[in-house]
């Protein structure tokens, strides 16, 4: 699966790179939209992920790695007749590669109506600051 990458300037990889590292998974997999917000403390991430249970979120931070994974439940069950069925049903998942310096230990995660939000606190090296300038 493709892996993207967040910067102050985001980049996506176009094309996947493969690696013996890549990951595999059965089953289908839908990439879930996101937003990627950069504030003076903070790498901010929303990510759209609709009929997943906030509690089954699965999210991993890992050598600069951020992997998001939200499987989500049939809506219906398997004896439901439908007439036209167009929502697929999948799992979500989605990673990236971040290139700011996160303070790992600080990160924490929010979900509400299908919105997974993500708060990637920078180290405070990373943070910008004033420095004043004394006149002489």
Do not use: C
């Not at 009929?51 to 790695?65: K, L, P, T, Y």
């Amino acid at each position: 699966m493709p892996t993207e990458t967040i910067t102050g300037e985001v980049q996506k990889q176009v094309e996947p790179s493969r690696s013996a590292s890549e990951r595999t998974r059965s089953g289908r997999f839908y990439r879930p939209n996101v937003d990627i917000l950069e504030k003076n403390d903070e790498l901010l991430v929303r990510a759209d992920v609709p009929g997943a249970a906030g509690s089954e979120i699965d999210i991993q931070f890992e050598n600069g790695e951020l992997m998001i994974h939200a499987p989500a439940a049939p809506r219906q069950d398997d004896a439901t007749h439908f007439l036209l069925r167009e929502y697929g049903v999948g799992d979500y998942y989605r990673s990236f590669t971040v290139s700011e310096s996160v303070d790992a230990a600080k990160i924490h995660a929010e979900y509400k109506d299908g919105v997974l939000t993500l708060h990637l606190p920078k180290v405070e090296a990373a943070k910008p600051r004033k420095i004043k300038v004394k006149t002489r």
